[in-house]
């Protein structure tokens, strides 16, 4: 039996092998993690040394540069150990030293920040652009404020060369519009005003929209003894090759008009065709496509009849809310030599009260609506039949509203010419 002496020495001993076992462990573990806060750091350092960016460890409170990479002291011309003598506020321009401070103040209160409009100041004493992320972090036990700056100067190089491109290209498309402007007042004053149709004819209207400045539609009309001549006519393409074909179409109709003294559609049609064939072939091109597909009406007004022919362009005349359409020869204006051509005459007896209208396709092939679909020929005679009991100038704009509101956001596809007549 144990005396109560080797009892207590016993338990003594095994106190003092357990806290000696306790302070062993604890030993062990601050080791460990001290090992493994060498390691984190050694990494830590490796990355920031191998950094492409300049990487600069500063001191929250005075700004002393603690820690800066090769490539920070690369970019600034001086040594690592020449760059740790000095504090952030040495590599900025003295007059920046207030924006300085707020940058960091800034950083400080938001956590980070990137900003590009703080150069830095060189060993040379050059100022040097770059852009700078900043960030506050732990270092040493303290916080600290890394920052990551980046060379922009070839960055900057190349945005005020893209700027120059930008103005030159700007100023290259503003004497492109200012010289389709000016095409736009050519076509304007070739093209008859409308207010004279209304002369001839007080109930009409001519809705002309063009896609572009300039249009590759084009309306025309005159007035021949008893006959009122008026054509709708869509020319190949739109914007400027269009608005040249429509300007050689309309001079070309004055011609045969004027000095021809011809006035039966048809043979109106006939003429135009072979002298735009005859016009386009002095291109020196074997074969030019190029042409219109027209709408071309003879209509007297006191005896109220109406002839009528056209090449892919029908008219239609409304009489008590029906709509009969007269078809066109499916023939085009110029386009193809070898293509042998006759263009042929519809008479029409109208009555009082009848209206009748031209246009070319560009209302009809609008996309909009609620499906992004095109507005549609059929569409666009319900539309003609379901605003009979409106007066021309009436018609007129609410066609225009249809036609915006079908449109929508979508762009216009093409251009959009109607005519209206009412007898």
Not at 331 to 351: A, N, P, R, W
Not at 386 to 391: G, P
């Amino acid at each position: 039996m144990l005396n109560t002496l080797s009892i207590m020495l016993i338990a003594f001993l095994v106190i003092y092998i357990a806290k000696d076992l306790f302070l062993i462990t604890k030993l062990r573990n601050y080791r460990e993690r001290a090992k493994k806060a060498d390691k984190e750091r050694s990494n830590s350092d490796s990355i920031i040394e191998q950094a492409n960016d300049a990487i600069i460890v500063i001191d929250i409170v005075d700004g002393r540069i603690h820690q800066a990479n090769p490539s920070a002291a690369q970019l600034l011309g001086y040594e690592i150990q020449e760059l740790k003598k000095k504090s952030l506020f040495d590599l900025h321009p003295k007059e920046y030293l207030e924006k300085s401070s707020r940058i960091v103040a800034d950083v400080w209160e938001k956590g980070g920040l990137i900003y590009r409009d703080m150069p830095f100041l060189t060993a040379a004493g050059e100022l040097m652009p770059v852009e700078c992320s900043a960030k506050v972090a732990p270092f040493a036990g303290r916080p600290a404020i890394v920052i990551y700056a980046r060379d922009i100067r070839e960055r900057l190089r190349m945005e005020e060369e893209i700027q120059v491109q930008k103005g030159e290209i700007e100023q290259k498309n503003k004497d492109i519009t200012d010289s389709i402007n000016y095409a736009r007042r050519i076509q304007s004053a070739i093209l008859p005003h409308q207010e004279d149709l209304k002369v001839n004819c007080p109930q009409s209207f001519v809705l002309f929209r063009p896609k572009d400045i300039v249009s590759g539609d084009f309306y025309w009309f005159t007035k021949r003894g008893e006959w009122l001549l008026v054509a709708a006519a869509d020319c190949t393409g739109h914007g400027v090759p269009g608005a040249l074909m429509s300007m050689i179409g309309s001079n070309i109709l004055n011609e045969i008009i004027k000095d021809k003294s011809v006035t039966i559609p048809s043979q109106v049609l006939d003429h135009l065709d072979k002298k735009v064939l005859e016009t386009l072939k002095r291109s020196g091109e074997d074969e030019v496509k190029d042409g219109m597909d027209i709408a071309f009406c003879a209509l007297d007004l006191q005896n109220k009849r109406l002839e009528y022919a056209g090449a892919n362009r029908p008219v239609v005349v409304i009489r008590n809310q029906k709509a009969v359409e007269y078809k066109s020869d499916k023939l085009s204006i110029g386009g193809h030599y070898q293509v042998e051509k006759k263009f042929t005459d519809s008479f029409v007896q109208l009555e009082e009260g009848d209206t009748l209208y031209l246009f070319t396709d560009g209302y009809a092939d609008q996309f909009g609506g609620p499906s992004g679909k095109k507005f549609k020929y059929k569409n666009l005679l319900t539309l003609l039949q379901s605003i009979q009991h409106n007066n021309m100038t009436e018609q007129r704009v609410l066609l225009e509203q249809a036609i915006e509101n079908w449109k929508g956001s979508n762009e216009q596809v093409d251009d959009i010419l109607v005519i209206g007549l009412r007898v």
